[in-house]
Nanobody, 119 residues
Framework: QVQLVESGGGLVQAGGSLRLSCAAHRIDGSIWLLGWYRQAPGKQRELVATISADGKTEYGNSVKGRFTVSKDNAQNTVYLQMNSLKPEDTANYLC?????????????WGQGTQVAVSS
């Protein structure tokens, strides 16, 4: 069973930075996509950023220009550099891995790491 282990969350003041990491373990297949979503209390889960196997990135509109997603293929790890943080970035940040196994795409989620931004 694939395991995603996130780290790097915490409390930061507005304007500050954090770097999240997510390591994927026990991958059984090819990683097609890695990335991050977030969910704040009472709100729907929303896209933060993803990066595909060939390095293409996609960002949610609210984080464009402030957040950067990257990955280390050798370590099966995805990173999220978050700069110029705002109070509205406060949420539980969930790591995503989409894996191609045989002819099926399987999606795995981490438990999440909490980010809190104070004003």
């Amino acid at each position: 069973q694939v395991q995603l282990v996130e780290s790097g969350g915490g409390l930061v003041q507005a304007g500050g930075s954090l770097r999240l990491s997510c390591a994927a373990h026990r991958i059984d297949g090819s990683i097609w996509l890695l990335g991050w979503y977030r969910q704040a209390p009472g709100k729907q889960r929303e896209l933060v950023a993803t990066i595909s196997a060939d390095g293409k990135t996609e960002y949610g509109n609210s984080v464009k220009g402030r957040f950067t997603v990257s990955k280390d293929n050798a370590q099966n790890t995805v990173y999220l550099q978050m700069n110029s943080l705002k109070p509205e970035d406060t949420a539980n940040y969930l790591c995503l891995a989409r894996v191609l196994k045989a002819d099926d795409f399987l999606t795995y989620w981490g438990q999440g790491t909490q980010v809190a931004v104070s004003s």
